[in-house]
């Protein structure tokens, strides 16, 4: 069995019950630190949950390992994503909802783990990041149920700068079609964030918050 992953949260356990529940994704090359500094613009009542992606990379850590090209296989996406799936089950039967949210690397995974069990995510928040290409002969395939977000989409909020310096065009052209197909997303461009967040950005990430779970 999987070890359970690194987590740091905004609130003692003994706050969370009947809360919702936000879980954070860094970016590669952070740590879970780093998002964690943004719960305070979001807003209050949440627990929130940082987790810290499972390899060394650089200063940081990375969810999977990205060749110069950001490539990247399925098979090292699913070995990240699948350790966090029974701790996130465990942890969401005392919440009233539960919302992902993943910047850049993170957006990945967080997307990955709603993929693969949407009937425990809620919706799921991208900043700056991309959805996993998943072909139908892909041996990691039957991971990734999108099938039933075909049926039921999936609740999204992507915000990015359609002049992002990291995620390559191709990506974002593949995760634009992703969501049309699987979720039911709200699309905001934030010109001269570059692969960033800014203030705008959180003001309206904290705005879905609140539609989601008042």
């Known amino acids: 069995m999987e070890p359970a992953p690194h987590v740091i949260w905004n609130n003692e356990a003994e706050e969370r019950a ?11 090359g952070s740590h879970e630190g780093d998002l964690m500094a943004l719960s305070a613009s979001l807003p209050g ?13 650089g200063a940081g850590f990375q969810w999977f390992p990205l060749s110069s090209e ?20 465990d942890e969401a039967l005392q919440h009233t909802h539960v919302i992902l949210l993943g910047f850049s690397q ?47 989409p999936l609740r999204m909020f992507w915000g990015r700068d359609p002049e992002d310096p990291v ?3 191709a990506l974002v052209d593949l ?5 049309q197909q699987h979720a039911e997303a709200t ?5 001269g964030i ?4 800014s203030p705008q950005e959180l003001s309206h990430v904290s705005e879905y918050l609140r539609a989601l779970t008042d």
């Open 106 to 152: 993170g957006m990945a995974i967080a997307t990955t783990v709603a993929r693969h069990a949407p009937d425990l995510v809620d919706a799921v928040v991208g900043l700056s990041g991309f959805v996993v290409p998943v072909a139908d002969d892909d041996a990691q395939a039957d991971f990734f149920y999108d099938a039933a977000l075909r049926e039921d």
């Open 45 to 57: 009542g949440l627990s929130i949950a940082s987790v810290r992606a499972p390899q060394r990379a």
């Open 70 to 89: 950001l490539g990247f296989t399925t098979d090292a996406v699913v070995a990240a994503a699948e350790p966090v799936v029974p701790w996130l089950r």
């Open 187 to 191: 699309k905001v461009q934030y010109r």
């Open 194 to 197: 570059g692969h960033g967040v």
């Open 167 to 169: 995620i390559p065009p």
């Open 18 to 28: 009947g809360t919702p529940l936000v879980v954070m994704f860094h970016g590669y």
């Open 175 to 179: 995760t634009a079609e992703w969501a």
